[in-house]
């Protein structure tokens, strides 16, 4: 199989970096290597593409946000990765990191030089390095995977990012088509090393093509670059009733509001993301390469105020998806991005339970809901949890631990639908709503027992007001998360702690 590069290096560049801010970081290769042949390769492939080795790296500004920027260019010897290169990514990851920079990086390459062999090969290790402590200062990974990208670079700095990417129709995989074939005697089944197959399996974020690029990490970093510090000028204060965010405090029954969250027609994340949110990137799976439709996970930001969102996704074609154990990953995902980038975590809870299946057993659904719970209890971002309509068991809980919680008024919050509770407790689900008032579980009930801090009005119902109702969450949410982000943030966890521990009993 003959692979054909997609756009070059300097092309990328003059594609995604704004006009006249390219600078580059490269410093001229200095070794001559001792094999003649070799030699020869890297003097036809410098004059090929008037580069002085396969990878470029500089800095420029992207939408107005200054950005480190990496990328390979596959014309030069199949944008393989030798000792010179690898040390001019290094260089070019530790600046980035000194700098305080966010960084994109935009491979296209065949792996490891096999002109070098294994001395190029170990390069990989301190890529990885560089880029481990680029991330561990809470700077910003972005990658944009070009065709083809395989090999030791796929398998190092090409699969690490915070939001991953790659161009339509792009290789991407592990073990090159043609080692494979060499190797094998047969081909490569067709259909699984395509930038869209991996995105179906949960290991992308995005497919789009690199005339996309520069929008998308500008909404990225518009998120990511957000002030922490948010000024509260304009905003309601913290915790305020006034009629036009929270609810008065009333005694609809338990049975009606349940109802109502379960209309067709409810708004759910999605609407709230698209009507009160700004920035908006949709994030898809988990390293592993596991998808859950049940949980939609994104970056956005709700008026001044950036985050990461992760919650139950209502609005699919067939209805209330169960979420599984895949589905708690891509949630953990999310608790570790937004610990690792600095950012507020926002749950949202609707859902009608966890799935109730073999593979949903088989694939460790409890342990998942404990280590969501783990994980949140102690996540150091500060977070809020909004109860926006059904809460139904584990798959409610694994979402709920928060700095402040917040509910829709018909939301609700139960072990069991309140059919399942009646079935253990009188054999039959005919007296569903006698439990559910008994249970506790109306938003005005979880207000009083301390497990929700405020209930946002919906004036009657939000499915019939969806403008307004998202309107005034999103307002809500911003006004959260504002008062939050100037918490300090020792005094904040252990007043996270603490509320849990006073649930229902006495902290002494």
């Known amino acids: 199989m003959t692979v054909q590069a997609g756009l070059g290096s300097v092309s990328l560049i003059e594609a995604v970096v704004d006009p006249g801010s390219w600078r580059s970081w490269d410093e001229p290769v200095s070794s001559v290597p001792a094999d003649p042949a070799y030699r020869a390769d890297l003097a036809r492939a410098r004059e090929r593409t008037n580069l002085d080795e396969a990878v470029v790296t500089g800095e420029g500004t992207i939408g107005g946000h200054r950005v480190a920027v990496m990328t390979c260019e596959f014309a ?64 910003p990974y972005l990658v944009y995977l070009r065709h083809p990208t395989t090999g030791g670079v796929l398998a190092s700095w090409g699969s690490l990012g915070h939001v991953s990417a790659a161009e339509p129709g792009a290789l991407v995989g592990f073990l090159g088509p043609r ?126 105020a950036p985050c990461v969102v992760l919650g139950h996704d209502r609005d699919l074609p067939d209805g209330h998806p169960a979420l599984g154990p895949a589905g708690l990953r891509v949630a ?59 809460g139904v068991g584990g798959g409610a809980l694994a979402l709920l631990p928060a700095d402040r919680v917040i509910a829709a008024r018909h939301a609700w919050l139960s072990p069991l639908p309140p059919e399942g509770a009646s079935a253990i407790l009188y054999r039959t689900t005919d007296r569903a709503a006698e439990i559910a008032q008994r249970q506790g579980v109306r938003s005005t009930d979880l207000l009083r027992n301390g497990v929700v801090d405020r209930i946002v009005a919906e004036l009657p119902d939000a499915a019939d007001e969806p403008e307004v109702f998202l309107a005034r969450m999103g307002a809500v949410l911003e006004e959260e998360l504002v008062a939050l982000a100037r918490r300090d943030p020792a005094e904040r966890i252990a007043a996270r702690r603490g509320r849990y521990r006073r649930i229902g009993g006495s902290a002494g």
């Open 76 to 139: 030069f010897l199949g944008g393989s990765i030798g000792v010179e290169a690898g040390e001019r990514l290094v260089r070019a990851v530790e600046r980035a990191t000194r700098e305080g920079l966010a960084l994109l990086a935009s491979p296209s390459s065949g792996g490891t030089r096999m002109q070098e062999g294994t001395l190029a090969f170990v390069q990989m290790v301190k890529v990885t390095a560089a880029i481990a402590d680029h991330r561990k200062a809470g700077l």
């Open 179 to 304: 080692v494979y074939e060499a190797i094998h005697g047969a081909p490569f089944p067709d259909g699984v090393q395509t930038a869209e197959n991996l995105f179906a399996h949960g290991l992308l974020d995005a497919v789009f093509p690199p005339s996309r690029l520069a929008e998308t990490v500008a909404r990225v970093l518009n998120v990511l670059h957000a002030p922490r510090e948010l000024p509260t000028a304009g905003l309601p204060v913290h915790g305020a009733s006034s009629g036009s965010v929270t609810a008065p405090v009333g005694s609809l029954p338990a049975a009606e509001s349940i109802g109502r969250s379960r209309r067709a027609d409810r708004p759910g994340v999605r609407a709230l993301l698209a009507r009160a949110a700004s920035d908006v990137t949709p994030l898809s799976g988990t390293a592993s390469g596991e998808r859950d439709l049940a949980l939609l996970l994104a970056l956005a930001r709700f008026g001044t």
């Open 332 to 390: 953990r995902r999310g608790m570790h991005l937004a610990a690792e980038l600095g950012l507020p975590l926002v749950t949202i809870i609707d859902t009608g339970g966890a799935a109730l299946s073999r593979e949903a057993e088989e694939g460790g659904l409890a342990g998942e809901i404990a280590r969501c719970l783990a994980d949140l209890v102690i996540l150091p971002s500060p977070t809020v949890c909004l109860l926006m309509g059904e």
